[in-house]
């Protein structure tokens, strides 16, 4: 129904920055509460950031004022900006495409993308 992919990480050194890409297929990406999720080797995924249809946003106090979380209605693309990167940002980067429709609600994730911040 919809397709999520990320892409934009990589190796980066702490203090850098790196820009990530979520592109969602489908026609009513508009409409989507989107997410950025991660997780670190023996961790538990969790939520660090999120924008709804109508452009609110929310963050991880662990992230909040380092990274921001934007999206592109027309190219279908939410985007997530890391500033000033810890070493503790490690961690696999999923999205995740959320449909608030009551006869729907769905939940739809990207592959991932690594993102390594060490020097």
């Known amino acids: 129904q919809v397709q999520v992919v990320e892409s934009g990480g990589g190796l980066v050194q702490p203090g850098g920055s790196l820009r990530l890409s979520c592109a969602a297929s489908?026609?009513?990406?508009?409409?989507?509460?989107m997410g950025w999720y991660r997780q670190a080797p023996g961790k538990p995924r969790e939520l660090v950031a999120a924008?709804?249809?109508?452009?609110?946003?929310h963050y991880s106090d662990s992230v909040k004022g380092r990274f921001t979380i934007s999206r592109d209605n027309a190219k279908n693309t939410v985007y997530l900006q890391m500033n000033s990167l810890k070493p503790e940002d490690t961690a696999v980067y999923y999205c995740n495409a959320h449909d608030p429709r009551p006869l729907f609600t769905d939940n739809y994730w990207g592959q991932g993308t690594q993102v390594t911040v060490s020097s």
């Open positions: 924008i709804t249809s109508g452009g609110d946003t």
């Open positions: 489908g026609s009513i990406f508009s409409i989507l509460g």
